[in-house]
């Protein structure tokens, strides 16, 4: 009996003793950059840029980063899954609706294109496309891909605009915080990128 007991004691000791795993969940800082600049997609417009509409599909996540738990790079050959540090929501959900708030806030008319309605000649519609969104033991975070940029005509869609981008962000110190903030920078010089298509 006085084994058991012991053994009990052993067994109660170790499962006190351990701390039970941290799950991390991350999403973008909602106020500006403060970098001594600011974007136009930081600042609320005073009017609409473009009566026409911006019809914006769901981004499309291909590879890998396409799953809620963060990326990174570990060497040239070695990719690290993270167990413990995920994006609050999956990051299709998140970078869209980073899209629709850029395009907002930089005056124009977003709409996810699943509610589309009323759709008229002139309107666009927006499909971007990520096949990276990882940290990188060199080059900090990593935002590469395409967007396709659609003119909506009487005739249909006609294609305006195909560029690919690839951005890279340093981090300004260790730690999956940082690599978050690097990826919400590369967001934001994307969203420059096709707020300056969309103006011309």
Known sequence: MKAVIGLLVIFLAGCTGSKPTQYQYYRFDSTPVTSGQTSDADTEPTHKTNTHRVYVDQVNIIGMADQQPLIQYVTQHKVHIANYHYWAEHPKLLLTKETLSSLNNAGFSPVISAHASDIKPGDYRLLIEVSDLAGHYQRGAILKGAWHLYQITENGNELRHV???????????DGFNALVSAHQKNWRKLMEQLHTELRR
């Open 163 to 173: 560029r690919h981008f690839e951005f890279k962000s340093a981090l300004s110190q």
